[in-house]
């Protein structure tokens, strides 16, 4: 009874003229993120409560790994695409629930269906309110067919070989097609604008990275002098503090969604990038191959970048 408390009066957020009860409980499944954004924070209460003001649908951290200062990493999913089977047990998933009736502990994992039900009373003006209503069509729509509980696409019984859509290969690191496409500077040149673009190459979207092996075989498509974009960005709020996640690549990567280093380590391709909302670029240049980068959205298009990093699942022949 006593994490009940807990989490109702530090997770809870009351808005609205009929006080939704905004709060983040932890599902047995992965969150698909097409756009993120992270921070360092004391606790899974603390990244609760950052998750609810930038409006995040869910948020993930990563079980036993901690800062320098002790803090745990929070990722925030601030557009999904749906929801997948948890690749390992070490990283934790929280959804956006409205439910006033439900406590529970943070250990506990929730039917992800049901949070979902309660999407339509979310204010459609909030972006997590739209995410989660989105969420819902997917988990009913009948295009794929999926585990009524967990929303997750049901495993085919027979793997066959999958048929990869031009400018993608699949790779087994990610179990997802993936591919390096030049920017298009005719579209939105901001930074959600590049995210964007990798709707125009078979609907997929931005790679996000969990680990080193993946981070490697992405360089291993990137061309010499160049990088790609992926999914991950550091607002302004988050440049200001020099608060992220993570640590250096002198250390093991931790099996979160998208590993990467604090933003105090993350090199600039110059120091006006510092001021601004960032993307970040996995580099294939002589001497930083596998390294990551700060990068504004102007400078994205620079020839030491350049491209944007992009999966979609496989689709396989004969199902």
Known sequence: ???????????????????????????QNAIAAID?????????????????????????TTLGQK???????????????????????????????????????EKHTENVYELLQEASRCPAERNDCRELADLKERCESTDVEVDEHSCTPKSPERVLPPRVPGGFQYTKSFGKDIGVFKLNDKGDKTEKGILKQCQQHGNSWPITIENERQNDDLVGLINEKEGAIISYRITKQQGRKRRGLLVSRANSWPPSVNAYRSVSELASLSNTDRQEETLV????????????????AERAYTPYVGNIACMMDPERLGL
Not at 281 to 296: H, L, Q, R, T
């Open 67 to 105: 800062g320098a200062n002790g803090q745990i990493h929070c990722n925030f999913v601030i557009q999904a695409k749906g929801f997948e089977a948890r690749r390992d047990n070490q990283s934790a998933f929280y959804l956006l629930d409205l439910r006033s009736n439900k406590e529970q502990c």
């Open 36 to 60: 993120m954004t992270g921070m360092l924070a004391d606790d899974v209460q603390a990244c609760a409560r950052e998750a609810f003001k930038t409006q995040a649908v869910g948020f993930s």
């Open 1 to 27: 009874m006593l994490c009940s408390l807990l989490l109702s009066l530090l997770f809870g957020l009351f808005v609205g003229a009929d006080d939704l009860y905004f709060h983040y409980t932890r599902i």
């Open 281 to 296: 670029a996995v580099i294939n240049w002589p001497g930083n191959k596998g390294d990551w980068v700060k990068v504004s």
